[in-house]
């Protein structure tokens, strides 16, 4: 029998990119969709789903105060999906009290196995140290509320691993960086190497959000050396680089928005 679930995301790409992953995997009824925080509270309230899928980052109230809402309010509480492109805090906390946590732009492999992990959670008995988890996971918000206001030193260097040399590469100086099987590459006009960075994440923490843009959940692009947007199939955008190789990278489904916006296509 199909769980029933919320999408709460302040881009309306994002929540239609889900809601499609959603459907076409099976196993989930999508009750509806919210665009805010505020929204989020009274449809939890209304509907009371098995699963909402949260995003981490929007404007005014954010994921982790919805939750702070439904506790104050005494709402029952739903299993929580985090969404994030770039909070390490919901990947932390999806440790304490959440199913698990999804990466934006989504990947129709990771929404399956999530969809797994819900299923799991909801067929397995109550836990007992429901309110113990609850409880770590309001420390978390107040860690992060305190980490927010705490400058963090951006030096515009990255170090890359280049034949057996640590390098110190200018940010402005790095085309792209991409993953592949948890390792991280990073591409500049006359450097390849490798990030100690586990994550893109975790290396986009260390960069400059007005100068790269997550393009793909596989590719971290910096917007200075994008050299030609190339139209591609079903009204989808290619990226092709200034590096030597002119690298062609792709723009996911729910990137196409900030795309256009970008470039006024």
């Not at 923490?205 to 199939?233: C, D, T």
């Amino acid at each position: 029998m199909p769980f029933t679930a919320l999408i709460i995301d302040d881009e309306a790409l994002a929540r239609q990119e889900l809601q499609y992953l959603l459907e076409r995997a099976g196993g989930v009824e999508v009750l509806g969709q919210g665009t805010n925080g505020i929204e989020a509270v009274e449809l939890i309230r209304t509907h009371k789903p098995d699963v909402v899928f949260l995003d981490v980052q929007m404007p005014g109230l954010d994921g982790f105060g919805v939750l702070k809402k439904l506790l104050d309010r005494k709402i029952q509480m739903p299993q929580v999906v985090f969404a994030t492109a770039f909070n390490q805090y919901a990947v932390r906390a999806f440790e304490v009290n959440a199913v698990d946590y999804l990466l934006k732009p989504f990947d129709r492999k990771r929404v399956m196995q999530t969809i797994e992990k819900a299923t799991a959670r909801l067929s397995a008995p109550a836990e007992s140290a429901g309110d113990a988890r609850l409880d770590a996971l309001l420390r978390l918000m107040e860690e992060q509320a305190q980490a927010a206001q705490t400058p963090k030193v951006n030096t515009g260097k990255v170090i890359v691993r280049a034949q057996s040399r640590l390098l110190l590469v200018d940010q402005k100086d790095i085309c792209f960086a991409s993953i592949e099987e948890g390792t991280i590459s990073v591409f500049t006009q006359t450097v390849e190497g490798h990030s100690n960075c586990r994550t893109l994440e975790e290396l986009m923490e260390q960069l400059n959000p007005e100068m790269f843009w997550r393009a793909h959940r596989s590719f971290l692009v910096n917007i200075q050396h994008i050299r030609e947007v190339v139209p591609w199939f079903k009204s989808s955008y290619q990226l092709r680089m200034d590096d030597p190789k002119r690298t062609e990278i792709p723009v996911s489904r729910a990137q196409t928005k900030r795309l256009r916006e970008l470039f006024n296509l």
